[in-house]
């Protein structure tokens, strides 16, 4: 049973863009605030963005701001993130969060995971 469905990942040139998306269904879909984490091999995953649903508030990852922007349609369930400038540091796989609360910077704070997308960035 897929609970959070990704989509948009893939190759592409350093210097070049990417669009995320992520569906959620009615059960995984979270009131509070959705976002992405990123796992490169070796390494723990870590938090990228996520958009907190009341007032519209964006959060993102130092490591990103200013290159990466999360959106999202609460009627459709639906979160997106243009990422643009990418750096082969950027690799890694995506994976779509649906928060049950806490901070949007931990992954103690998610209530479901997506399945993961690989962004693969060559330089």
């Known amino acids: 049973q897929v609970l959070l469905v990704e989509s948009g990942g893939g190759l592409v040139q350093a210097g070049g863009s990417l669009r995320l998306s992520c569906v959620a269904s009615?059960?995984?879909?979270?009131?509070?605030?959705m976002g992405w984490f990123r796992q490169a091999p070796g390494k723990e995953r870590e938090f990228v963005a996520a958009?907190?649903?009341?007032?519209?508030?964006?959060v993102y990852a130092d490591s990103v701001k200013g290159r990466f922007t999360i959106s999202g349609d609460n009627a459709k369930k639906t979160v997106y993130v243009q990422m643009n400038s990418l750096k082969p540091g950027d690799t890694a796989v995506y994976y779509c969060a649906s928060y049950r609360g806490g901070s949007v910077g931990s992954t103690y704070s998610v209530g479901y995971w997506g399945q993961g997308t690989q962004v693969t960035v060559s330089s």
């Open positions: 009615a059960r995984t879909f979270s009131n509070y605030a």
């Open positions: 958009i907190i649903w009341s007032g519209g508030t964006t």
